[in-house]
């Protein structure tokens, strides 16, 4: 947290933008700003400006929402997801996972499908399970574990163990799904 006087505040803003260009942030103030200061801030990167009177709950849902709107950003909508070589393919409209080389369909829940696409478009990469779990439950992220996707993952390689030796754990932070051959 920063204190912004009237002076620093955009200086510190540029700052926060050029030397963390992913971060999303919240002002917070105690003064009344005129809507030409909230224009200014939000334009220049702030994802809300709000008084330091605002109601909590009020606080919790405006940071709830900007979490919902990076999950949708970051999933995109594609309704066909593919491995890179094009062998397992993720229908998220139709709900099914086809593996082309063994010929077999997979019909899956609608989280299920959620959490494959998540793993699946970042095919080789480390999916952290906090992230997994803003994208995949962000209409309940307050009340949701990282251990509901341990959970999923289990139910996932269990029923479908065509794709169960791509999903690797990665102790202690999350999961990648990896068809990358060492």
Known sequence: LFELTDNSRLDLIEKIIRDFPSARFFIFTHSNLSYQDVYELLLSGACD?????TVPEL??????ANIRLLARLKMGNERLIKTDNGDIILDTDALKLIINSKKKEYKLT?????ILAILMKNENNIVERNEIVMMAYSEKIDRTTPQIIDKHIQIIRENIPDIAEYIKTVYGRGYIF???RS
């Open 49 to 53: 400006v709000m008084s330091i009177d």
């Open 59 to 64: 606080i919790c849902a405006k940071i709830l």
């Open 110 to 114: 609608r989280k299920q499908a959620l």
């Open 178 to 180: 990896e068809t990358r």
